[in-house]
């Protein structure tokens, strides 16, 4: 590997000149008459008859999968300029630009779904086994069910019109309050000025003393933004709810399952094994209080690092350690995260005026993905790294398959991720040279089992009484910092001595609107993934061709079905859950018997 690697990316590769780029300008014009084009070929078109008859949706099909690529390789660009430089107001007027486009691409969809919808079951049999959509018949007939439960085309094409300014404005504003965070801090006798994702990082500093005093400071600071975020939340609540009600929804979850192709059934066998395992946690807890001389952990020493996990790690150490516990499991993912570390794929130098938090983001035309993160030498850091480079490789091995396909519902996608970062972890453990190295690593990757199990079970409680309550109108500050300290104790079993009150402001998951609920496809994926991990160690080096295999199908059935047919598991049992969490279970096992005074 090539020594002192590129920590800022390379986004010339994707279109020269940034957020000014004459070639994205270009690029984004002739989208806009591509899908002027499907426009008029679905406008008034009528639903064939006959197999013969359907060459015309045969061709609007593939001129939606060709503007589906353009419109992902822009939304990616422009996220990417964005989430690297906050400062940076083109890309800003970028987003507006991309998200009117992205409507008026769905508002022709409209008229697609009005013709899948009006086919004739029978027709419809025998379209699904033409062989130019051998690969995306599952797609397409699950595009025809979900026309059926929507409003007419015309009114979902208004709401996709209006979302621009409405919906996904109140996202951009939150955006732009993100872009104003700082916090003041000194460090070796200088003063800096942190920016959200900077102040974030640090909050994982060993020193409590400066943890705490960060915390604090990060709490206060996001008060102050509260008024902001809570407009932007109670309207993509109030948004979304009156979209479902004018559909007949009655379930906040139908959406989120459904784009996660998920039961409900499956939910709730997962987080019912979850509630059912947490006493072993509650151990873990109280002993790493112990450890810090602490009588209970407050918020911000729930993810301190112990030990040798403490000391800086650079960013080539980093790299290398992955690559090579890459490696281990498959020397293709090892390769591929070689050439996307040296080839300045990653925007992780640690600079004020960056977003907080990671991405993956892919750009199908090039065939490439963008990691962001602030890489600052921690553990953590390194995980977040090997996290994100999962789900690049998801991306990577579907790379030639059709637009549609490759579209993956997002708890899998987080079982790509969550499986990269297993195999780093569990890797690294294995080759500790002494106890106390050892209980740090252990210590670190049950970080994982206490953000999954507890953090973002925290996250689905508040969430799902957040939009029950939003119901009867708008939710004040006040009452959103109650629901979210009454979810956090609830899910922390009352572990911690503080919590995080504004966590419902600081977490950009809950603003996110191409998908609603980014909360429990995390915890889904971390056991899912604990559950392909498990099978992996039982069979060898043999299993990474199967992984891909897995990977490959997750754009084409439920989540159910991959189950069955890579794992041949039932996912709406609980049986498979509260083994997937054994394997978490006993790393704490082990870190209670290796602390044990």
């Known amino acids: 590997m090539k020594m002192a690697l590129p920590q800022v990316w390379n986004m010339d590769r994707i279109f020269e000149g940034g957020s000014a ?81 992205l409507a008026a691409y769905q508002s022709a969809l409209t008229q697609l779904d009005r013709i899948l919808k009006g086919i004739e079951d029978d027709v419809w049999a025998e379209l699904k086994g033409i062989p130019e959509w051998d690969h995306i018949a599952f797609n397409l007939d699950e595009r025809r069910t979900a026309a059926r439960e929507k409003l007419p085309p015309e009114q979902e094409a208004l709401a996709a019109d209006l979302a621009v300014d409405g919906y996904h404005g109140w996202s951009s504003m939150y955006d732009t309050v993100v872009s104003h965070f700082s916090i003041q801090h000194q460090e070796d006798g200088k003063d800096l000025k942190l920016s959200a994702g900077q102040a974030f990082n640090k909050l994982h500093t060993g020193d409590r003393k400066v943890r705490a005093e960060l915390f604090r400071k990060w709490e206060e600071a996001w008060g102050e933004k509260a008024d902001y975020c809570a407009d932007a939340l109670n309207r993509l609540g109030g948004f979304r709810l009156q979209l479902y009600r004018h559909r007949g929804w009655n379930s906040i979850l139908k959406e989120p399952l459904s784009v996660c192709r998920m039961k409900p059934e499956t939910l709730d066998a ?109 553990m953590d850091n390194v995980s977040t790294l090997a996290h994100e480079l999962g789900h690049a490789y998801h991306q990577h091995v579907m ?39 050892k209980i740090a690593l252990l210590e670190q990757k049950i970080q994982n089992t206490v953000a999954f199990m507890m953090n973002i079970h925290a996250r689905f409680i508040f969430e799902t009484r957040f939009y029950e309550e939003r119901k009867s109108g708008l939710v004040s500050v ?113 870190f209670l018997e290796l602390t044990e005074k």
């Open 478 to 590: 006040e009452r959103l910092n109650e629901l979210m300290l009454e979810a956090q104790k609830e899910a922390y079993c009352g572990m911690l001595s503080e919590y995080h009150p504004h966590f419902w402001a600081s977490k950009l998951h809950f603003y996110i609107t191409d998908v609603p609920f980014y909360n429990f496809p995390y915890t889904f994926g971390f056991l899912f993934s604990s559950g392909i991990y498990a099978r992996a160690q039982e069979e060898g080096e043999e299993f990474g061709e199967r992984y891909v295999d897995l990977l490959r199908d997750t754009g084409s059935m439920s989540v159910e079905n991959l189950a069955a047919k890579h794992l041949n598991v039932d996912l709406s049992k609980p049986e498979f859950w509260l083994q997937a969490i054994e394997l978490s279970l006993k790393d704490i096992e082990e």
């Open 21 to 101: 780029s004459s070639e994205f300008g270009a690029f984004v014009e002739e989208t806009d008459q591509l899908v002027a084009e499907l426009a008029r070929k679905l406008k008034g078109g009528e639903p064939p008859a006959s197999k013969d008859g359907a060459w015309g949706l045969m061709e609007a099909v593939s001129l939606m999968q060709t503007i589906l690529f353009r419109v992902r390789e822009s939304e990616s660009f422009v996220g990417c300029l964005a989430a690297a430089n906050t400062s940076d107001k083109k890309a800003l007027q970028l987003d507006g630009r991309i998200k009117t486009q």
């Open 270 to 378: 997962m987080w019912d094994a979850v509630s059912r395992s947490k006493e072993p946690v509650k151990r873990y807890l109280e002993r790493k209080a112990q450890i810090l001389g602490l009588d209970r952990l407050a918020w911000h020493d729930v993810p301190a690092p112990l030990g040798e996990t403490a000391k800086h790690i650079s960013y080539d150490e980093g790299a290398k350690l992955i690559v090579e516990q890459f490696g281990r499991f498959s020397p293709k993912m090892a390769e591929f995260a070689r050439t996307a570390l040296e080839e300045g794929w990653i925007e992780g130098e640690d600079r004020p005026g960056k977003r907080p938090g990671g991405f993956c983001t892919s750009f199908p035309l090039k065939q490439e993905t963008r990691i962001f993160m602030t890489y600052s030498g921690t």
């Open 399 to 437: 790379n030639d398959m059709p637009a549609l396909a490759q579209e993956y519902a997002m708890n899998v996608a987080e079982t790509a991720s969550t499986f990269a970062e297993m195999i780093v972890s569990d890797a690294a453990l294995k080759l500790a040279e002494d106890k106390e190295e």
